[in-house]
């Protein structure tokens, strides 16, 4: 059988073997609770401080910074509904808090953003994006209320791959809240959600100017169901989990202590290649961008120098994105789409549709996501067959 | 698998995508039809050519399909062809999502409300059909 071209690493990434290696010992071996004294409790509280402090390293923060959690998913609601519980503690009821985030964001993020809102508990604003799904940071400065307590903006778009200018934005909060503390106003904290910006974008919270940032392992060789959130010192935060106070009181539940070391090993062993992956990456992505837009009627979504290494994206007129997905695969090429029929709620992609790309072509969406085994033979392969799969496609469809 | 989170296509409905029965068109048909839209990603145009029985009976001689859409859509298209090709005009009542669903093993519960247009699609070329013909239809 031949083998797989796996190109949805922006889904997720296989687990690395370096990374399985470090993690074995922590299930049958090293099983300790992290929070017992003991000889096996303390060996595992060594190996969870160990990868937060690798953690912590990768971002440029302290230790005491980085909380474990599953997913980005569960970061993103901890960090926007923690940051609106804790000021809505202090404020007085009349107080709203505001909240901008962008009409791209992923679904964590506008789902958790909707819920504040439905649940009066916060006003939100949500910025539009370019064509090219980027942000502009005039619309963000324009939107800023006396009472805009969080600014949400994704480093990376997952769909469209488009890098959005964060340390910009961190660079007008600063001033902003500057500002804000002359006017004894409360300040402005900043989220991003850098999921798809961890492996190959400068992640240095300071940089960056943000007050906190949401990661998850699986998509840099990590295992599904670990991930963190940095909370810079002094951002007011209210658990969202009760129990037995772990994590700095701030996420009950013990520590998934293999999972953590997998987190912490699988970070450490990206920042050793970072620089050479870009580099090896950008140059593939070229190569497939530059193939696949010589087929007629196909164009490129997101920005076309603004965007990650690992992300190409594309639309197809007359070919649907679940039909695309299913001949590739037939032909062992991984890909995935953000067609309304390969969503669960089948609508067009929300991301898409901001970017102004009409429903009847934003059906025919493909994404490939390269990774760190992704070679020029696959590449050109892809590039070799696609045109057949979409002419196959277009002669079965009716003529509009 | 729990019917619910069941997101996978039958062996029958991966067949009928991959080798789609009766796909194309018949030059001056009979009757015609286009349903769906392709802002909601699927577009269906089904095509029939009549015959006429011993006792005048009319059925259909030949049916073909063109689709612009997801697997589903495909195959729903393809098996609904094969399920009326050579049977009575009469009987496409009896032709419903359902039928199609089983004739393919079942189809995912999410793809039911939008990809199955084919009954419709058959339907309403008939009606075209009928509509053409003088009026004692």
Do not use: W
């Not at chain 1, 789902?111 to 090219?132: F, I, M, R």
């Amino acid at each position: 059988m031949k083998k797989l071209i796996y190109l949805d690493n922006a889904a997720t990434t296989p687990v690395e073997s370096r990374v399985f290696a470090a993690m074995k010992p922590y299930f049958s071996l090293k099983y300790g609770n992290p929070s017992e004294f003991h000889l096996l409790g303390q060996e595992a509280r060594k190996a969870v401080e160990e990868s937060r402090r690798k953690i912590a390293s990768f971002l440029g923060a302290k230790a005491e910074e980085i909380v474990f959690t599953s997913c980005a998913s569960e970061s993103i609601n901890f960090s926007h509904k923690g940051l609106i519980e804790a000021l809505r503690h202090f404020a007085p009821k009349s107080f709203t808090p505001h909240i901008i985030t962008s009409a791209i964001e992923h679904k964590a993020v506008l789902e958790t953003c909707q819920h504040l809102e439905n649940s009066g508990l916060a006003k939100v604003t949500y910025l539009p994006v370019d064509q090219y799904g980027l942000v502009k940071v005039t619309d963000l400065e324009k939107a800023i209320q006396p009472n805009t307590i969080l600014v949400s903006i994704m480093y990376v778009n997952n769909e469209v791959g488009t890098i959005q200018p964060i340390a910009e934005i961190g660079q007008l909060l600063k001033k902003v809240n500057e500002q804000k503390t002359k006017n004894h106003q409360p300040r402005t904290y900043f989220h991003t959600d850098a999921t798809q910006a961890i492996q190959y974008l400068d992640c240095q919270v300071e940089k960056l100017g943000v007050d906190m940032l949401s990661l998850t392992g699986h998509k840099f060789y990590a295992p599904k169901g670990i991930g963190a959130l940095y909370i810079k010192k002094g951002t007011p935060i209210r658990k969202q989990q009760d129990g037995g106070g772990q994590e700095m009181k701030l996420r009950s539940g013990t520590e998934n202590v293999p999972y953590i070391v997998g987190l912490g090993e699988a970070i450490e062993l990206i920042s050793e290649v970072k620089d050479g992956q870009h580099q090896k990456l950008t140059e593939l992505r070229e190569r497939l961008i530059t193939n696949i837009l010589k087929i007629p009627e196909v164009y490129l979504t997101g920005h076309p120098q603004k965007r990650v290494p690992h992300i190409a994206s594309f639309v197809i007129k007359g070919a649907e994105g679940e039909s695309l997905i299913l001949l590739l695969s037939d032909k062992k090429v991984i890909a995935s789409s953000g067609s309304a029929c390969t969503s669960q709620v089948l609508q067009p992609s929300h991301v898409l549709t901001a970017m102004g790309v009409a429903a009847e072509v934003s059906h025919g969406s493909v994404r490939f996501s390269l990774g760190k085994n992704t070679t020029i033979e696959e590449i050109d392969y892809v590039s070799q067959i696609l045109p057949k799969i979409i002419s196959r496609l277009r002669e079965m469809a009716p003529q509009i | 698998m729990d019917e619910l989170f069941n997101n996978l296509y039958s062996k029958k409905v991966m067949e009928h995508f991959r080798n789609p029965k009766n796909m194309g068109v018949i030059r001056n048909p009979d009757g015609v039809a286009t349903v769906g839209n392709p802002r909601c990603g699927d577009l269906m145009k089904f095509y029939i050519k009549v015959g006429k029985n011993k006792q005048g009976g009319e059925y259909f001689k030949e049916v073909k399909f063109q689709t612009l859409g997801c697997g589903a859509a495909i195959a729903t298209s393809s098996m609904v062809t094969t399920l009326v090709k050579g049977k009575p005009l009469i009987e496409a009542e009896n032709v419903t999502k359902q039928v199609i669903a089983e004739a393919l093993d079942g189809l995912p519960a999410v793809k039911m409300h939008c990809s199955v247009l084919a009954d419709e699609g058959i339907r309403k070329a008939v009606k075209n059909y009928y509509s053409k013909q003088p009026s004692q239809k």
